[in-house]
């Protein structure tokens, strides 16, 4: 069992920067690739950007692609998500998950574990 609490959101102008963290307790974060994904009132769930176990591998959704950088410190236990430059249409609730898939993943159903979630709202 993994249990992921997010932190770090909340309320920042449009071009502004967050750096959401995800830390994670239970069994040892290395053991999993680590994602994030993000859900906007009214919209599904939008994959975010995924970290292989060892942090080699990482992948991101067009739309944050040059904007956003995933990274883990397994030595902490914990994955971060530095936003740069956001727009109004990264707003939404910002969740970390945890996957048994080596490399990372984009498919929901490969997520494991998830957080409660954090609030990113950009404002414009």
């Known amino acids: 069992q993994v249990q992921l609490v997010e932190s770090g959101g909340g309320l920042v102008q449009a071009g502004g920067s967050l750096r959401l963290s995800c830390a994670a307790s239970?069994?040892?974060?290395?053991?999993?690739?680590m994602g994030w994904v993000r859900q906007a009132p009214g919209k599904e769930g939008e994959f975010v950007s995924t970290?292989?176990?060892?942090?080699?591998?990482?992948y991101y959704a067009d739309t944050v692609k040059g904007r956003f950088t995933i990274s883990r410190d397994n030595t902490k236990n914990t994955v971060y998500l530095q936003m740069n430059s956001l727009k109004s249409e990264d707003t939404g609730v910002y969740y970390c998950?945890?996957?048994?898939?080596?490399?990372?993943?984009?498919?929901?159903?490969?997520?494991?574990?998830w957080g409660q979630g954090t609030q990113v709202t950009v404002s414009s």
């Open positions: 998950a945890a996957s048994r898939v080596v490399t990372g993943t984009r498919a929901d159903h490969e997520y494991d574990y």
């Open positions: 970290i292989s176990r060892s942090g080699g591998f990482r």
């Open positions: 239970g069994r040892t974060v290395s053991n999993y690739a």
